[in-house]
């Protein structure tokens, strides 16, 4: 399996294997303290056409069982139809069977597929937004979280209390199962470490990235070039872009870089509406601007518009204290963020709707 993305490349005297393992642990303790419902199904194909023996859960992550009211470490090994009303089983079965239609562990958009679901589960009616992808043809991997204002864009920012988990993780359902996981995330996700989080930002403090994942590469990177990168590059025609404007990934970093620390490790920081507009305000931008005709700078505002908006998330994932000299050091911290896109108030609704028939 191929191993996450990292952001640095250290020499170190550790074995391939142990790197593994270093990576696995890692990726493991992102995906169970992950800020969204992560989960995986067995898609195997010669079972994944029968609705009895197909698509069994083989992981949930801890945020399922507060979440939902069910009992994670129960589910694995069964299916929808052991939880669900029959209809909603049967819509997660032809959900499912879509997504592993789909090439597996591609990085392209149409590789992933997102669902407005209804879930009726103890705690509640909900109306949730799913991302699935088909990982290696062997698994469905999906997160989802449920659709509430602040993920319709209708509150800016909130910070969000995490209870510990209730029960303990379900055993990994293949060797470096949760490395492959991460890298295959239906989301963009940065995990960054933080040395002396004393500060009120990350840049300020001794920081590194540690991984991102394939979504965020492509999301942001020269691979998936975004409308924002686009435009950027777009009205950048005296050569000058570069004194001005960070290129797209390197731009994304800095933003979520620059977002302030959280206090508590159990809570999460979320902000809606997020646009990354790759070099917006720059002097090239404004001179471009000031040299153009009117109707073409209207277009270019309306493109700017129309950039994807994102649902950013920042979780803690562990404050490690040190001790030198009989004194406390500030420990590091390890940041997860998720980039959610932002959700559509139309499919929502429409979901909200047939929930409630």
């Known amino acids: 399996m191929k191993k996450p993305t990292s952001a640095s490349s250290h020499p170190s005297a550790d074995t391939q294997e142990q790197q593994d393992k270093k990576i696995e642990a890692l990726c493991f303790a992102v995906l169970e303290h992950f800020p969204t419902m992560v989960f995986s199904k067995d898609a195997n194909l010669r079972t994944r056409h029968n609705d009895q023996l197909g698509f069994r ?12 009211g069910l009992k994670r470490l129960e589910m694995i090994g069964q299916n929808a139809n052991d939880h669900f009303n029959p209809t909603d089983a049967q819509q997660y079965f032809i959900d499912d069977r879509q997504v592993m239609a789909l090439p597996p562990n591609k990085d392209n958009a149409v590789a992933v597929l997102d669902f407005y679901e209804s879930w009726i589960v103890p705690t509640g009616k909900h109306v949730n937004h799913t991302r699935k992808k088909n990982l290696g043809d062997t698994y469905m991997l999906g997160t989802f979280l449920i ?16 209870l510990p988990p209730l029960s303990e993780a379900p055993p990994s359902p293949a060797p470096l199962f949760f490395s492959e996981a991460f890298e295959h995330l239906p989301v963009p996700v940065l995990v960054v470490s933080v040395v002396s989080p004393s500060s009120s930002s990350l ?11 394939r979504a965020y590469h ?6 998936g070039a975004t409308a924002a990168a686009a435009a950027a590059a777009a009205i950048s025609k005296d050569g000058n872009e570069g ?17 302030n620390l959280l206090a508590v ?8 509406n997020v646009v990354f507009s790759i070099g917006e305000g720059s002097r090239v931008k404004q001179h471009e601007k000031e040299q153009r005709g009117k109707e073409e700078v209207q277009k270019e505002e309306t493109d700017e518009k129309e950039m994807p908006k994102w649902h950013v998330m920042q979780r803690p994932l562990c404050l490690v204290e040190r001790e030198g000299e009989g004194k406390e050091e500030e420990g590091e911290l390890v940041l997860v963020y998720v980039l959610w896109p932002q959700g559509d108030e139309g499919k929502a609704a429409a979901a909200r709707a047939k929930l409630n028939q």
């Open 203 to 213: 840049s300020s403090s001794s920081s590194g990235i540690v991984l991102k994942n």
């Open 147 to 162: 659709v509430d204002n602040l993920h319709l864009g209708k509150i800016a920012e909130r910070r969000r209390s995490v």
């Open 57 to 68: 859960y083989v992981y949930f992550n801890a945020l399922m069982d507060h979440t939902s």
């Open 218 to 223: 492509y999301a942001f990177g020269s691979a």
């Open 243 to 259: 004194e001005d404007e960070e290129e797209g990934e390197a731009a994304v970093d800095r933003y979520l870089l620059d977002l």
């Open 265 to 272: 490790p159990g809570e999460i920081l979320e902000r809606s």
